[in-house]
């Protein structure tokens, strides 16, 4: 029998039983000694089953068989961590312990010569120990189980959350169409007069103060409608806390952010903005070479250490960069 640890095959051969083919993997691999495994068997890519000793000989026939499934190790904690399952530290700690007591009876057992008597007691031990780790795994196995059924009846909520948004999106921009297509095989004339009665049958709220917009009206890309000045209020705050990209209140990222500046007369915050984004480039770049001359906000990204010179735009003059 195979079993993959972190993309490796480990021949574990036919252990009589899954703590023995825990205890030869923990063997074969020292990074896995004194840890708490389990072996789950792949379905699919996306689908595992949890190996416990129930349906451990059936995966030991099917072995036999040639037909052996695909087996991979994980460390308990990993792999709950992974799944998002919640361990507190009273639990963490409770591991810890089993593990310590563990290697003191293990390196007691390598170190003395005891009785029959002794031994004897440290075999019922033993039994006894393996008798918990079962249960362990048997409750560990359930939690699992419920958590993965849990995260498929959230993923298919998401799914259906995001279904509907969309759904209402497209309506959206159905009746939006829908408006600018009148609006385009309309007079001049018609325009002027019936603007009012078209804008008032949209009847649309600021997304920011939730009130009625009554006249010059501010679309975003993602439909969303602003009075001028909260407009103008929300996006100035977003680049005074230097951002260097706009966003909504949903959070999508506005498109075209200099054309809407420009068009709410924001002038002064659209080269703020372009010096928020200059900013964030030097802080992401370290091999940056500046300009040596003081006051100079020339730079150069060098992305292979090889520019020591360059001709300082704004210096007018041929400088060594630092």
Known sequence: ?????????????????????????????????????????VITQDQKKLIEQNNYQEVV????????????????????QLLNFPISQQKQQLELEVYKQKYDKLKSTASSQGSNQQITCRLEQSCTSEEQNQQKEQVLSRSISENIAHQSVVQAQITQSNSLMNEKQSQKIQVVECQIYEIQNMSQMDIRQNAETIFSSINPNCYLCIQNIKQNPYFLSCLHVYHEPCLKEFLTNQIQKMGSKLFCQCNSQITHP????????????YAKLLNNQLNEIKSKYKSIKRCPSKGCSFF???????????????????????
Do not use: H, W
Request: proline letters at 4%; glycine letters at 2%.
């Open 61 to 80: 026939q099917s072995y036999k068989k040639n037909q052996g499934p695909i087996l991979k190790c994980y460390i308990l904690i990993d792999f709950l």
């Open 1 to 41: 029998m195979k079993v993959t640890y972190k993309k490796q095959d480990y021949n574990v051969g036919y252990p009589k039983s899954l703590s023995k083919m825990k205890k030869q993997l923990q063997k074969q691999i020292p990074e896995l000694a004194q840890r708490e495994l389990i072996i789950m068997k």
């Open 300 to 322: 150069v990204i060098n992305t292979n250490n090889t520019i020591s010179k360059s001709f300082c735009p704004l210096c007018l003059m041929q400088v060594i960069l630092e």
């Open 258 to 269: 200099c054309q809407i500046l420009k068009t709410l007369d924001l002038n002064n915050l």
